[in-house]
């Protein structure tokens, strides 16, 4: 039920998961049962293939998302988050309130043990051909070195385990190339980094590269730089899409096929959509959870970060 | 003498420069006076087109750029910073050592009385056809936000003055529209700069509107941020024309045609072009450092600061 366009983007763009998705997946839809099938029938797809669970209530976007996560209790992603709690289902994926799905991430499926602070990502695709992960992207502003060093270490474990690359280049996005360049936190990352036997440290990432794909292929930043990176290409993905000028660099930067923003650090996979998500969106999220989950990543994560 | 071609590029730039700078304007090459000539010779344009002041000596990109500028007194960089402090000339502008230039900026013309600090800018294309301005772009990160909200003042009077925008819109760039979002930098600004009468403040504006023109003219950021968005925008201009995608908008992107980087707060006008300058992006320095000249930015900015 979550998204601007929900049910029918969502129950659509899961019609049209099904031609990806692996034999032994199974989609279930959390929602209004009766529309549900409404949507189902009209798009002449046989309900059974997929697990209904009915759901009475929808969290808004303007309700508050800590409180109506609570109060809604037969809400889709409340309901949703109990069954990934419990293992009802192995990953979760909603265009709703961005703010109802961090709190189910931090309080029904909770960081895992070790983790100071999770995160929200989001792949960029580079030049080169293959994505980078950027993170964090907005959900922590005014990160500790401590935190971003972290991330280091979950970024190259999603993109080992999620993307199969093999040692991970990971760069911390910062203003020089030069170990001495940047501002305090980012100075002091680099070194907490450098200091990390875990990962493959390449050193600083400048802006210029974050879209080359030469440098880094996981990028680690401030909620606050992550998020303005991610809008500024938005914004110039529209002006280009607008002059006319389609390839396929562009239109791999096209919310449509990222896949949406994964929290990383909780215990089961979750993503969360653009809440304007249309259906070839949602198709493109859940292929994505159900990637996360066939790779294992949060028993590697928590393997990890166990002490 | 500056910048990796010289002095060819920059001689052949201010050659260039000679077809769009004013009647009663006068552009001052400071360099080698028998490569000058050389090079004007080549060119089949007159020495006497130009005021010519002979130095003997370079600032190299791997010189100490506060010890150069003292040692190499007969530098043209040092030398051109010594007739700006005097008079002699009424802007400087180089495609040398970015350090120097800044010394000289900081010690030679020095901060305008009033200003925390001084900050480097730059114009960026937008949609609308109206560039905005970016200030800080990478001088000062780790910024107070009584540093920033300054900035908001003076990128009002650049556009009021030198572009010729009426009321400029200025705007913090933030992570959310909301006047709660942010990190603790720019929620402080934004309420230093909400509390400024000086300047028509739009609130914030976020990474996906600096290059849509929709929100806002004067765009503040911390240091370390607008760094990060140019050299992004760098990245992806020359990501775009490998691919071919060529237009107006993306042509505005490229260095040659942006006129080098003001340094806005300090007692004259002073513009840092790119390392690499082409002859174009000399020619596009000149003149928009002649447009600072001419707006009579400085005594505007003087004015604003002196209580």
Tied chains: 1, 2.
Excluded at 121 to 126: D, H, I, K
Excluded at 154 to 173: D, H, M, N
Excluded at 207 to 225: E, P, R, T, W
């Amino acid at each position: 039920m979550g998204g601007d366009f929900a049910p029918e983007a969502a129950v659509k763009g899961a019609v049209m998961a099904l031609d990806a998705i692996g034999a032994e997946s199974r989609i279930v839809l959390f929602g209004d049962e009766q529309q549900i099938r409404a949507v189902l029938a009209s798009e002449g797809c046989p309900a059974e293939r997929f697990d209904i669970v009915a759901t009475t209530e929808v969290i808004e976007m303007g309700d508050h998302p800590a409180k109506a996560f609570q109060t809604k209790s037969n809400s889709s992603i409340t309901v949703g988050f109990g069954y990934l709690a419990r293992g009802g289902i192995d990953g979760f994926a909603s265009a709703g309130s961005t703010g109802a799905m961090m709190v189910g991430s931090m309080y029904a499926v909770k960081p895992i043990d070790g983790v100071i602070r999770p995160t929200i990502s989001s792949l960029v695709p580079t030049a080169s051909g293959h994505p980078a992960l950027l993170l964090d992207v907005g959900l922590n502003v005014d990160c500790k070195p401590e935190v971003l060093a972290q991330y280091g270490v979950i970024g190259s474990i999603y993109a080992e385990t999620v993307l199969g690359i093999a040692k991970p280049r990971v760069a911390v996005l910062n203003i020089g190339e030069e170990e001495t360049k940047g501002n305090a936190q980012t100075k002091a990352t680099h070194e907490l980094l450098k200091a990390e036997p875990r990962i493959h440290f390449v050193g600083n990432v400048e802006g210029s590269h974050i879209f080359s794909g030469k440098v880094a292929d996981v990028i680690v930043c401030d909620g606050f730089v992550g998020n303005t990176v991610l809008k500024m290409a938005e914004g110039l993905y529209r002006i280009n899409k607008a002059l006319g000028g389609g390839n396929a660099f562009w239109d791999a930067m096209n919310y449509e096929n990222v896949g949406g923003t994964p929290v990383l650090g909780v215990n089961a996979p979750v993503v969360i959509g653009h809440g304007c998500s249309s259906p070839k969106a949602i198709r493109s999220m859940i292929l994505s959870t159900e990637q996360v989950v066939k790779a294992g990543l949060t028993a590697k994560l928590r393997q990890a970060f166990q002490n």
